[in-house]
């Protein structure tokens, strides 16, 4: 899995070079944009990247409300600022992100059943809305990027040669050697209660419609400030990339991201970004430098406010652990 990402996501930067190799000699003007920048739009662009956490940490809130656990809203934002650290000290996928929340919510009463449900409707929701918004883009812009058709084959090929390949090696030798192991963890009994009680937790999930659309507004907000910080770091270089073009590239970096397993998408997510604004006919040098700065924004800046975010929740549980001792 270690080498597929890798490969992925090497073949992808390497299509972006590619791609920008006619461009070389333009981008002396990438370093001549510094005295261009607009400092008021990237301040919005940072402010607008708070919409990420208060999106999550809503939906996460939402979900818990269906099956009747109560948690704090500010857990919850804290529980999602933490997602970038932990891509940075977990870098698998989103494993360190799921990983590092189940062990917080797990510390602040939520048992492993009910992350189970929170974790995979989380996953269920957000997935169809980032569908849903890159169909619509589809819609609205003005006109599809020209594909080579013999290219996308090739891939397609390679795909379903390569998953079928990743799946039978995953279920011979990892899974057989971890299967043991993963049966004495407690989370192997939390999965086998949610499977289980599965059909009390769809029937929440039905019998909540009012918070299934507040949900659902929940993952618009999540993705939805993404994309007004990334046309926020297009306009810190006075480019205007209209909201389909920028909802389409930003959705097909989501996309591969988690297809290539990449921490955050880092790389892939640069990488498919700035292929897309090509073929858009978005100015090279500014195409790059407002992916840099919008990369810049969601997954360097946010490190400082997950860090803080792991300490006040450390100290909280302390806190809380000490109250219960002391009852």
Do not use: C
């Not at 659309?213 to 297009?234: K, Q």
């Amino acid at each position: 899995m270690k080498y597929f990402r890798i490969i992925a996501v090497s073949l992808l930067i390497l299509l972006a070079l590619w791609k920008l190799y006619p461009h070389f000699t333009d981008f002396k003007r990438l370093f001549a944009l510094k005295d261009e920048i607009n400092y008021a739009f990237l301040f919005l662009g940072i402010i607008a990247q708070s919409g990420q956490y208060i999106g999550d940490g809503l939906l996460s809130q939402t979900l818990l409300k269906m099956i009747g656990v109560r948690m704090d809203f500010k857990n919850t934002i804290k529980i999602a600022s933490l997602n970038v650290l932990a891509a940075h000290l977990f870098p698998i996928g989103e494993a360190g992100s799921i990983a590092t929340a189940y062990y917080f919510y797990k510390k602040l009463g939520v048992s492993t059943q009910n992350f189970i449900f929170l974790s995979t409707s989380w996953t269920g929701i957000t997935f169809s809305v980032l569908v849903a918004m890159l169909l619509t883009s589809i819609y609205f812009i003005p006109h599809l990027p020209s594909i080579n058709f013999h290219s996308v084959g090739l891939g397609i090929l390679a795909l379903l040669i390569i998953f079928p390949l990743l799946i039978f090696l995953i279920r011979q030798f990892i899974w057989e050697k971890l299967r043991a192991k993963i049966q004495k963890m407690d989370i192997y009994k939390g999965v086998l209660e949610y499977k289980d009680n599965f059909p009390a937790y769809r029937t929440a999930i039905f019998s909540h419609k009012l918070l299934v659309l507040e949900a659902v507004i929940s993952a618009i907000i999540y993705y939805g400030t993404n994309i007004v910080t990334l046309s926020f770091s297009f306009l810190t270089f006075g480019a205007y990339p209209s909201v389909s073009v920028l909802t389409f590239a930003y959705t097909l970096s989501m996309i591969s991201g988690w297809v290539t397993l990449s921490p955050a998408g880092l790389g892939a997510a640069e990488a498919t970004l700035i292929l897309v604004f090509l073929q858009f006919g978005i100015d090279p040098p500014r195409a790059i430098a407002s992916v840099l700065v919008f990369r810049l924004i969601t997954f360097w800046i946010p490190i400082p406010a997950g860090a803080l975010s792991y300490m006040s929740l450390k100290k909280q549980i302390a806190k809380d652990n000490l109250k219960s001792q002391e009852g």
